[in-house]
């Protein structure tokens, strides 16, 4: 479905049965809510799923200018509204995470549990570093390929599956040859150039599952341990020999944490 939002039209999915706990799950920059087709059926007997292309992602509203990630949460807000979703489950990887941190700074009173992976709360000067490579290789298909994946598998993972990679690769690369793909991936890498919530993060009391890669080359694993720091009732997991696309390197631990912890929080078990 299309929900009209201040931004633009927002392209947003709803699967699973109306008497389950919703389960917000947001995308990471590279993703779009297609990325997420393996785990609605892994996911949906225990949630409702809700799933959403941000601002210049997926089939959502392509932008003509920058936008924040501050952006990216109001039209979430937004969203929320639209769909009458009083409290939710909420989850973020990597992009997502960052605005599920800024989202829940802002409305706690909506989030019953908040899940992020692999993500920050302040855009380092590492960081930043690796962002302006992807933008500055997004002119070719091959060189933005060659730039960003290896960053974001890890090469335990490139060896365990390189026929998995190969093929991988093959999708990318049609997928990189858009030019409007890649101006997109420009502008949102740019709009958390100077996303920063560290002063804030201690605000959040919701029960809060912070999760790290042992490989991660993006989001090290002592990112993620910040945050877990200062956000008091939060439980912080690493997850070994993984690299910073946790969902996909390591897909069957990904679902169980999510529901693990979402479940928890209903009393329920799997």
């Known amino acids: 479905m299309m929900i009209e939002t201040s931004y633009g039209n927002i392209h947003v999915e709803r699967h699973g049965e109306d008497n389950k706990p919703v389960l917000v799950l947001l995308n990471g920059i590279m993703m779009s809510t297609l990325s997420w087709t393996m785990f609605i059926p892994k996911l949906t007997p225990f949630v409702n799923l809700v799933l959403i292309d941000f601002l210049d992602q997926g089939q959502s509203v392509k932008l003509t200018q920058h936008c924040k990630v501050a952006d990216q949460s109001q039209m979430l807000y937004e969203v929320i509204q639209s769909l009458k979703l009083t409290q939710f489950h909420l989850c973020g990887i990597s992009y997502g995470g960052e605005v599920a941190l800024d989202f829940t700074i802002h409305h706690q009173d909506h989030i019953l549990s908040l899940m992020v992976f692999n993500t920050t709360m ?24 060659l730039t960003t994946l290896p960053t974001i598998y890890s090469h335990h993972f490139y060896s365990t599956h390189q026929t998995w990679m190969e093929k991988r690769k093959e999708t990318l690369l049609q997928v990189f040859s858009n030019p409007d793909f890649l101006h997109a991936m420009v502008r949102l890498t740019k709009s958390s150039e100077d996303f920063d919530v560290s002063d804030k993060c201690h605000e959040i009391s919701v029960p809060t599952l912070v999760v790290s890669s042992e490989l991660d080359t993006i989001t090290p694993p002592y990112e993620q341990e910040k945050i877990a720091k200062v956000i008091s009732n939060s439980t912080y997991i690493l997850i070994k020999e993984c690299g910073h696309a946790s969902m996909y390197e390591r897909p069957n631990l990904f679902v169980s944490l999510i529901l693990g912890h979402v479940l928890h929080d209903h009393g329920c078990s799997l």
């Open 122 to 145: 302040k855009t380092s000067l590492w960081l930043k570093d690796i962002g302006d490579s992807w933008i500055y290789s997004a002119h070719d298909p091959h060189a933005f390929y």
